[in-house]
């Protein structure tokens, strides 16, 4: 059987939508091995700790602190920084499984009046109903229509669209009270409910972009930005696509000759953490790269020039030292 199949079969399986047939198959491959057993059980407890419901809207970070806990008690005498490792590995797989989850939804809309996907550790490329393709960034969740005949999908958090042109039924986002409209065309656009603006940039063709606050219509095209306050509905035309703003969906982060200031701004937005830097060395240039890089990574680059403080949870760090002039 291959994985695709067993996958379905799982799902239909805590869905209450597997025939006897299918359940047979599904018994048959859970016997035939230990591993298949534990990726059987992994979806289980995942779906027993999100939502269990076939209207699907899970609740992701309780879903994950639950299932983190199960695992810490049955493994309390681990050491710590192995706890640590396994903890990453299995918000990955839940993370993951929640997706599969939500996509058999999204393919089988009879199934459920509407969906929520979360998928927060990896960028993955998905097809929406009508051929669309979307990207989500970490923590990111959109909902919509089963059906999905007009094509509104409400987005919480950052995501790329790569849009099925149709001029019968253009193509809708609303986010934090803002809205977005193409008929077909490519875009990202960055939207967490903890931010204070919403930033759409345009890879290619035309996007419509307005806000509930202000009577305000804004149309941008390839290599364009618009920045909507979420406070006071003013939308601003930013400065133009800059080289790491969709690094996120490609995994790699580019600088050229960049100042440190802007360096720290990318890294915030990748990393999903306050950096900052210091007057006296906001100005000075670095040109690096990173395949998939991991904050540790590039904290280490700077710690050769300068001193870094970080909170525990790292979420804020401030890059600190003498002047480069």
Known sequence: MNEDKYTTLIVKYLTNEISQEERDLLDGWIKSSDNNLEIFEKYESIWKLSSGTNNFEPDLEQALIRFNQNILQRENKTARKS???????????????????????M????????????????????????????????????????????????????????????????????????????????????????????????????????????????????????????LSGEIELGSDMQLNDISWKNGELKFENESLIHIATSLSKYFNTDIQVTSAIENCKFTFSFKNPELDQILTLFENYYQIQKSSDLKKIIISGESCD
Request: charged fraction near 20%; aromatic fraction near 10%; hydrophobic fraction near 35%.
């Open 83 to 105: 706890k640590t490792i396994r903890l990453k590995y299995w918000i990955g797989t839940a993370a993951s499984i929640l997706f599969v989850i939500g996509f058999y939804f």
């Open 107 to 230: 393919n089988n809309p009879s199934k459920s009046s509407n969906k929520v996907i979360a998928f927060q550790t990896s960028e993955k490329e998905n097809i929406l109903p009508d051929g669309s393709h979307i990207w989500l960034n970490k923590g990111t969740n959109i909902q919509f229509d089963s059906i999905f005949d007009t094509r509104i999908v409400e987005l919480n958090g950052e995501a790329f669209f790569d849009v099925e042109r149709n001029p019968q039924k253009p193509f809708e986002i609303n986010c934090a009270q803002s809205h977005i409209k193409v008929l077909g065309t490519s875009f990202n656009i960055r939207a967490y409910s903890n931010e204070k603006f919403v930033e759409v940039t345009v890879a290619s063709g035309t996007v419509e972009v307005s806000n509930d606050k202000q009577n305000q219509k804004v149309k941008i095209t390839k290599n364009q930005k618009a920045i909507i306050n979420t």
